[in-house]
């Protein structure tokens, strides 16, 4: 079990003049928890996630775990501690899955994969806790692209950060891998006593495998609480311009479900 909170403050991030996230405060994210980011398009969610990854340059603010200053490490330093999943993997890639998988291993070296032999053997049994064994030696660039995400999802777990940030796992994939990916990610949160941030579109998805739900819409935080606290009509009336209802299916489950756009909203 590993286990140290990820504090958030007074944030800024940039893409050049244009001020995407500015003062940006999160309650310190537990370790063995999950954090799904939800909100509209554009509303700033993959900034913040790399913003928090230390991945766009000129980043303000404080990003803490436990008392490590992340954001001022160097970035094979930031490593060691942090796994990010960006939306989709870079194309052009000539390489196996499991050559990606073991370069990945090999360019931060854990406990998990000391050497090449072991790097190997840990991508293999990564790559069958996601089902996509078979993938292992398929180039990158002539797969599908669920099972390219599948892949980056691989890689993010293989080294088992103490902070898993993961942009969207899900939006490629079939309900079956939805579910089952979700699972897995959950699973591996508690289990190794991670904070996970997972950025999410399907509502659904985030109340049911995460403990805290955050809604963000023009780079503000407009709701953070259990999944329960945050969805409610008066917030998806706010944040995604949407009469909406939130009902429980027969299983308890929380359900979201959009019945108009809002007249005169954009
Ligand atoms: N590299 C970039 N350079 C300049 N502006 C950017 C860049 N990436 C994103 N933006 C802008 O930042 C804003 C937030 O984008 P971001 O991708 O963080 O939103 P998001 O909530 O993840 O959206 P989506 O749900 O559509 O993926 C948008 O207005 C977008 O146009």
Redesign the pocket.
């Given at each position: 079990m590993k286990g140290a909170p990820l504090a958030v403050s007074d944030l800024r991030v940039a893409?050049?003049r244009?001020v995407?996230v500015e003062g940006l405060n999160l309650a310190p994210l537990q370790p063995g928890t999950l954090t799904a980011l939800v909100?509209?398009?554009?509303?700033?969610?993959?900034?913040?996630l790399r913003g928090i990854a230390g991945l766009v340059p000129r980043t303000r603010g404080t990003v803490r775990l436990g008392d490590r200053d992340l954001l001022g490490m160097s970035i094979p330093e930031r490593a060691r501690h942090l796994a990010y999943m960006p939306?989709g993997l870079p194309g052009g890639v000539a390489l196996t899955v499991l050559e990606t998988l073991v370069g990945a291993l090999r360019a931060v070296p854990t406990n998990l994969a000391p050497d090449g032999a072991s790097a190997a053997s840990h991508a293999i049994a990564v790559l069958r806790q996601l089902g996509i064994e078979h993938l292992a030696l398929r180039y990158l660039d002539r797969l599908s692209g669920g099972q390219r995400q599948l892949v980056g999802l691989a890689q993010a777990l293989a080294r088992e950060p103490e902070v898993l940030l993961l942009?969207?796992p899900t939006s490629a994939l079939d309900l079956r891998h939805q579910v089952s990916v979700m699972t897995l990610v959950r699973e591996t949160v508690l289990r190794a006593g991670l904070v996970g941030v997972v950025?999410l579109?399907d509502l659904a998805l985030a109340a049911r495998f995460s403990d805290r739900l955050v809604a963000?819409s023009a780079?503000a935080i407009q709701a953070d609480g259990t999944p329960e606290e945050t969805l409610t009509p008066d917030l998806l009336a706010r944040v995604y311009e949407v009469e909406a209802r939130v009902e429980r299916c027969s299983l308890g489950h929380l359900l979201v479900l959009a019945d108009a756009p809002i007249k005169g909203a954009a």
């Open positions: 893409y050049g244009r995407i909100g509209p398009n554009a509303a700033g969610k993959s900034t913040l939306q942009d969207e950025v579109h963000l780079g």
